[in-house]
């Protein structure tokens, strides 16, 4: 049990990292797919913590996160290539 609030601190630490590309990016394309993988990061950190902790409510949480990122991502590609 112990591994997967391991796991789960570990991608906290990926999503510092993640954020540190978002501020940094040279591109808008890259601070676009760092913010969808730390979408995905977060999502799966939660995840493993309700698994860890047998709370239903991070799920819930986490899926949230996953499909509020996946959105996110469609909308802001789409700005991008400059369809909106």
């Known amino acids: 049990m ?7 601190i ?3 630490i990926l999503d510092f990292a993640l954020l540190y590309r978002i501020f940094r990016g040279p591109t808008a394309a890259d601070r676009m797919c760092a913010a969808d993988a730390l979408d995905l990061t977060t999502a799966t950190a939660l995840v493993m913590y309700a698994l860890y902790t047998g709370r239903a409510i991070y799920l819930d949480v986490g899926l949230v996160v996953a499909l509020l990122g996946f959105v996110g991502t469609v909308f802001v590609s789409r700005y991008l290539e400059g369809r909106i």
Request: charged residues 0%.
């Open 2 to 8: 112990t591994a997967l609030l391991i796991g789960a």
């Open 10 to 12: 570990i991608y906290v």
